[in-house]
């Protein structure tokens, strides 16, 4: 793939479906402000090519420098790596592969990205001890690594079925507790943070009355989900009055750390940016 005299690096964002990936926006519009000449490609990738996918990174044929992994390829990606870093081991999942002195690594981003955004977005979040995270999926790790790195000293996750939730609470240790969502208005009492990672509302389903007024003077609450951009829980929160944060800072920012180890220039994350991504969720809406 890589022409030899060109010294730029190749990378890409695999998964199956991957056609309504945004990555390629993102570092598409990064190389170019960088005026670098490396490419950033999506590439459908089925689970039956993952091994050979990967061999070919690690030996070098491909000319692939490192790259982003999706659906469905998130968890099973750790078992064909080199080596897996703590967070995505914490997390169960990678995002992100490069090569690091001739070993193919992965990581997981999502953890940072969630927390640069709300860095951007709402400095002082983390001075925080009591979170609430509603949802108990994949992507919930990610966020339950941030608030736990960040020094949250509770948190506390509800979901529908809390068998979920507990499995998450007992990965997680003794500062992650796990609750059904029947107790949602107690747990919201003096709560610091609320972090909607369920999809709840999308696609005709009904969203539960959530009372955040009674959570902590200058509380904060946030969705994961960013399409679209004012998911029904934060218009809910909005509403009533609380400072809110949308999602889609933690999809630009998780991006970062990725263009950093490929292209070795490490990116901005920018008003235009994020107006691209948007005027491109229009476009496809
Ligand atoms: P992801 O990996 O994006 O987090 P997921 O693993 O499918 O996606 O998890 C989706 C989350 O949204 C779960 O917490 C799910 O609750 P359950 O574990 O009970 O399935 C939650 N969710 C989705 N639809 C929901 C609904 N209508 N009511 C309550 N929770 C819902």
């Known amino acids: ?6 010294h730029q690096a190749h990378a890409f964002v695999i998964g199956d479906p991957i056609g309504h990936s945004r990555s390629p926006l ?27 996918f990967v061999a070919a990174i690690k030996d070098g044929s491909s000319g692939l420098a490192g790259g982003n992994v999706t659906i469905p390829h998130k968890e099973v990606i750790l078992g064909l790596v080199d080596d897996v870093d703590e967070i995505a081991r914490q997390i169960g999942a990678a995002n992100t592969l490069w090569i690091e002195d001739g070993r193919l690594m992965a990581t997981n981003t999502d953890s ?23 949802g108990a999926g994949g992507a919930s790790r990610a966020v339950i690594h941030a608030l736990l790195s960040r020094d949250f000293q509770s948190v506390l996750i509800v979901n529908r079925t809390i068998e979920r939730a507990r499995a998450l609470a007992q990965d997680f240790g003794s500062r992650v507790t ?37 959570m902590a003077e200058n509380a904060l609450v946030t ?63």
Do not use: C
Not at 231 to 259: C, E, N, S, Y
């Open 178 to 214: 796990a609750h059904g969502t029947e107790h949602l208005p107690d747990l919201m009492r003096g709560a610091d943070l609320f972090v909607n990672t369920t999809s709840l509302g999308m696609g005709g389903s009904e969203v539960p009355d959530i009372d955040f007024t009674v």
């Open 112 to 134: 940072h990205g969630f927390a640069a955004n709300l860095d951007e977005n709402a400095p002082g979040w983390d001075q925080g001890k009591t979170a609430v995270v509603f």
């Open 26 to 52: 993102i570092h598409g519009y990064w190389l170019k402000q960088a005026d670098l000449k490396g490419s950033y490609d999506a590439v459908r990738i089925m689970s039956a090519d993952l091994p050979a």
């Open 223 to 285: 969705d994961i989900v960013y399409i679209p951009l004012e998911t029904p829980i934060l218009a809910m929160a909005k509403r009533q009055g609380l400072r809110t944060v949308d999602g889609l800072g933690m999809l630009l920012h998780q991006a970062v750390p990725g263009f950093a180890k490929w292209f070795g220039a490490r990116p901005e994350v920018t008003l235009e940016l994020r107006q691209l991504i948007i005027a491109d969720m229009e476009a496809h809406a």
């Open 1 to 6: 793939m890589a022409d030899l005299d060109d």
